[in-house]
């Protein structure tokens, strides 16, 4: 059975860089697509610290509880003012006319409900290193607010 991470957990991972402390050195980028079909970066996240959620289409729910709780606690906090959550939807292989617009108006009708941003990697990038994510299944993350992966599950 898959395993979620408590939003709680999760926030407690920032307390360290919201003070300063520094993380690793490596810093991750990766092109990805709006839900409009134009291209972005992860980078343009980089500023702050970040919650990275990848999802197959499969795993959507399985993350519900823990994307219900990180709003709850944003919006109890206002800590969108200090942390970013970014969902990236792993439509690798839907690349094709007509999935791709299907696939992009649904992401599109998320975006709008959850009011955060999904960002699409329809070329599998996302699994390639320095990534490594499993094209199968939900990852979360936390990213420094340089960009540099600072956990994963």
Same mark, same amino acid.
């Given at each position: 059975?898959?395993?979620?991470?408590?939003?709680?957990?999760?926030?407690? +991972?920032? *307390?360290?860089?919201?003070? $300063?402390?520094?993380?690793?050195? @490596?810093?991750? &980028?990766?092109?990805?697509?709006? #839900?409009?079909?134009?291209?972005?970066? %992860? #980078?343009?996240?980089?500023?702050?610290?970040?919650?990275?959620?990848?999802?197959?289409?499969?795993?959507? @729910?399985? !993350?519900?509880?823990?994307?219900?709780?990180? @709003?709850? %606690?944003?919006?109890?906090? &206002? %800590?969108?003012?200090?942390?970013?959550?970014?969902?990236?939807? &792993?439509?690798?292989?839907?690349?094709?006319?007509?999935?791709?617009?299907?696939? *992009? #108006?649904?992401?599109?009708?998320?975006?709008?409900? $959850?009011?955060?941003?999904? +960002?699409?990697?329809?070329?599998?990038?996302?699994?390639?290193?320095?990534? !490594?994510? !499993?094209?199968?299944? #939900?990852?979360?993350?936390?990213?420094?607010?340089? $960009?540099?992966?600072?956990?994963?599950?």
């Amino acid at each position: 059975m898959k395993k979620t991470i408590s939003a709680l957990a999760l926030l407690g +991972l920032f *307390l360290p860089f919201l003070a $300063g402390a520094t993380g690793p050195a @490596k810093v991750l &980028n990766a092109k990805v697509t709006r #839900s409009t079909g134009e291209d972005a970066q %992860l #980078s343009w996240y980089w500023g702050k610290p970040v919650i990275l959620v990848y999802e197959d289409p499969s795993s959507v @729910k399985l !993350n519900q509880a823990a994307k219900d709780e990180l @709003k709850r %606690l944003s919006e109890l906090y &206002n %800590l969108r003012k200090v942390v970013d959550v970014v969902a990236v939807a &792993n439509l690798e292989g839907l690349d094709w006319w007509p999935a791709k617009p299907i696939a *992009l #108006s649904l992401v599109r009708a998320e975006e709008t409900k $959850g009011q955060l941003p999904v +960002l699409v990697d329809m070329t599998g990038e996302l699994r390639r290193a320095p990534w !490594n994510l !499993n094209p199968k299944s #939900s990852t979360m993350m936390v990213v420094s607010p340089r $960009g540099e992966l600072l956990f994963k599950h």
